[in-house]
T-cell receptor
Framework: GQQLNQSPQSMFIQEGEDVSMNCTSS?????WLWYKQDPGEGPVLLIA?????ELTSNGRLTAQFGITRKDSFLNISASIPSDVGIYFC????????????FGKGTRLSVIA | DGGITQSPKYLFRKEGQNVTLSCEQN?????MYWYRQDPGQGLRLIYY???????QKGDIAEGYSVSREKKESFPLTVTSAQKNPTAFYLC??????????????FGDGTRLSIL
């Protein structure tokens, strides 16, 4: 099946630092989504991207839909301890009610 | 408040038993999904349903069964044929019409353990 390559797999950063993570694929996607999962809970949608080249912000988070439609990145500025968690990218290749393809996640740890 | 409710939060199963995990949504979403998550792993699709009374197998459907008798409900049964059922199970739903796509929203999960 289709796969999304998400990197890095994990990262340790100092509080206040900026963070960047990305997802790439060999397939074209129509929609890119970024989720965050806290321990023992379900993933929560952070940002949804619907057009190639789209750049969208949600507070300290910024995500972009790559112009080739095969990649996306997520940036977190000025990290804080509550940013700790697992970040997943997900892509949709066709209509909205088909399953998403998920990356394997980036585990973020923030050192105060 | 609209959302997705999974129950129970924790579930224990004896060897050879079937267990059913509940998932209910009041978002009026057409599609519902079940995922399995193992420690340090991503989400793997078990089953999904795009409409009532219809569902499709995902990547790891063996040992699981589902039903979709109502729009709001999509229960997952972990059968005794699933030899390694210990995992965190996540339910999600989405709306996918051309003019109103709402991305998948997830419940808070059920953690299943074998006694």
């Amino acid at each position: 099946g289709q796969q999304l390559n998400q990197s890095p797999q994990s990262m340790f950063i100092q509080e206040g630092e900026d963070v960047s993570m990305n997802c790439t694929s060999s397939s074209i996607f129509n929609t890119w989504l970024w989720y965050k999962q806290d321990p023992g809970e379900g993933p929560v949608l952070l940002i949804a991207l619907y057009k190639a080249g789209e750049l969208t912000s949600n507070g300290r988070l910024t995500a972009q839909f790559g112009i080739t439609r095969k990649d996306s990145f997520l940036n977190i500025s000025a990290s804080i301890p509550s940013d700790v968690g697992i970040y997943f990218c997900a892509g949709l290749t066709s209509s909205g009610n088909t399953p998403l393809v998920f990356g394997k996640g980036t585990r973020l740890s923030v050192i105060a | 408040d609209g959302g997705i409710t999974q129950s129970p939060k924790y579930l224990f199963r004896k060897e050879g038993q079937n267990v059913t995990l509940s998932c209910e949504q009041n978002l009026n979403h057409d599609a519902m999904y079940w995922y399995r998550q193992d420690p340090g792993q991503g989400l793997r699709l078990i089953y999904y349903s795009q409409i009532v009374n219809d569902f499709q197998k995902g990547d790891i459907a063996e040992g699981y069964s589902v039903s979709r008798e109502k729009k709001e409900s999509f229960p997952l049964t972990v059968t005794s044929a699933q030899k390694n059922p210990t995992a965190f199970y996540l339910c999600a739903s989405s709306m996918g019409t051309v003019t109103n796509y709402q991305p998948q929203h997830f419940g808070d999960g059920t953690r299943l353990s074998i006694l």
